[in-house]
């Protein structure tokens, strides 16, 4: 089984989005950016409706986004990045039958004839994974990609950029910092790359 790698470069993550923000996807860009800002598993992605994302009393995105991980019981839990609000604001100019009922899925299918959208169901995982396989093929992305690269991704960028490895193994749900270390994809080159940042 070949393991699956993050995305590395930030100026790969912003060429991404600003494809599908070109093309007008903003089901795809939403999905790209949740994956990569809440950290959550495809399986999870997938499922998440109207009621998960908005307050019913303002119709606006949550302060805080709360959703019980199908795999640990765990509740993962995102405040939502002014990037991701534009994104979600985007979305819904683009898709306004979203919010008329909350139970809708937010990462809905397009019947494979006419491309018709069906709010009353969601993406599958393996949906997801051809999208962001695709995605990382079209930006000349080197390596295996997939849907855990989103979740993976978030990891990646938090450990680079020195945030806690608890905080990090926290956010992943994991049951320990060698766990978390393994999964987001460390190489040797970013081993290096530490010991020149420090220059001891």
């Not at 396989?133 to 000349?140: A, F, G, P, T």
């Amino acid at each position: 089984m070949k393991i699956v790698d993050p995305i590395r470069w930030k100026k790969d993550i912003n060429t991404i989005k600003a494809l599908l923000k070109e093309q007008g996807n903003y089901r795809d860009l939403l999905l790209f950016q949740m994956g990569i800002v809440t950290a959550l598993r495809a399986s999870d992605l997938s499922k998440l409706k109207v009621k998960d994302i908005i307050n019913p009393m303002t119709w606006k995105i949550r302060k805080m986004i709360e959703v019980k991980e199908q795999k640990t019981w765990k509740t993962n839990r995102t405040k939502p990045t002014p990037k991701l609000i534009d994104t979600w604001n985007e979305y819904t100019e683009t898709y306004p039958h979203i919010i008329a009922n909350e139970e809708n899925y937010i990462f809905f299918r397009r019947k494979s004839n006419n491309h018709t959208v069906q709010w009353e169901y969601h993406l599958s995982v393996k949906q997801i994974w051809r999208i962001i396989k695709s995605l990382c093929k079209l930006v000349n992305l080197e390596g295996n990609y997939a849907s855990h690269t989103l979740r993976k991704t978030f990891g990646y960028h938090c450990y680079v950029n020195k945030f806690p490895m608890e905080y990090i193994q926290k956010k992943l749900n994991h049951s320990s910092p060698s766990i978390t270390l393994a999964y987001i994809g460390i190489m040797q080159w970013d081993i290096d790359k530490m010991n020149q940042d420090l220059d001891l």
